[in-house]
Structure formats: C-alpha cells, structure tokens
C-alpha cells in the first residue's frame, strides 16, 4: 500500500474518449485526486460518482482535478458518464496494472466468498506530485465531501 510523503507511481492511461492522460501532465499545475472504484454503474460507485461531479466547482478553484480509475472500457466509462452527467475523466485501466501499483486491487470478501477486486481507494496528489493522503477501503457516501475538506487542506 502507498503512504503519504511518497512520490505517486506515474500513469499514462486512456480516458472515456481513448485520450492518453497521464499524471505528470499535472505536475507543478495542479492536485490530482485519483479515486478507484469497482465497477461502472453500480449502486456505490454512482453514488460516490455523483458526489464528486457536485464537487467539481469546489475542486477547481483549488486547483484540483478529479480522475476516477476502473477496470472498465472506455465505452463503458462513456456509458456511465452520460447516463448520471459526470464531470470528471473517468481512466480505463483494463490491464489492471494501475491498481496493483496503487496497492487497490486486494482480496475482497463478501457473503463468505472470497475473490480479487479493487478496494475503494482515494489518493490525493499534490502538485509536486507526491501523495499528500492515502485512503483505502472508504465508504462511497460523503467521501467525496471529506476528499474536498483534504484538499482544503494542501
């Protein structure tokens, strides 16, 4: 798992549009907070979803972008994001390799089963790039509320 203080992996992934994004096109410009979640279109991931696409104004005028990260295709991405009017760049991260370097993809237990998936995690990265708050295992409602009051933060 990643800790506050430490540099933040570098990442060049594909956005909801196929556009290439990656993190250090951000450095010395702004925050970046890098969320994951399971799965497109599901129960707590739209709601945290939604949450932060309320946000979005609050986030910018700290200077902060918001980048949501699954294992999902960007045509899915595209789906759920004009489905509910998301405002951030959701990152389609189909080989997996963005969340094992992010320490978010664990064994999940869940009605005694057990199996792989990605943790709900929220990195925040400040504009040197290193990661100023590292949070594993949150919970989808208010989260982003409390990612914002961080940011303040910084």
């Not at 918001?66 to 509910?84: R, T």
């Not at 189909?94 to 009605?111: A, D, F, I, P």
């Amino acid at each position: 798992m990643l800790q506050k203080n430490k540099t933040a992996p570098d990442f060049r992934l594909v956005n909801q549009d196929n556009k290439p994004i990656a993190l250090s096109e951000f450095k010395g410009k702004k925050n970046v907070v890098l969320y994951f979640y399971p799965k497109d279109d599901t129960t707590g991931c739209t709601i945290e979803a939604n949450q932060f696409t309320a946000l979005m104004a609050d986030f910018a005028e700290l200077d902060t972008v918001i980048l949501g990260v699954s294992k999902d295709s960007c045509q899915s991405h595209q789906a759920f994001i004009e489905k509910y009017g998301l405002k951030m760049d959701l990152l389609a991260d189909t080989s997996g390799q963005l969340c094992e370097s992010y320490g978010v993809w664990q064994e999940k237990e869940k009605k005694g089963v057990k199996k792989m998936g990605i943790v709900r995690s929220t990195f925040i990265i400040d504009k040197q790039g290193q990661i100023a708050e590292a949070s594993y295992a949150v919970s989808a409602d208010g989260h982003a509320a409390l990612v914002l009051d961080r940011v303040k933060e910084l």
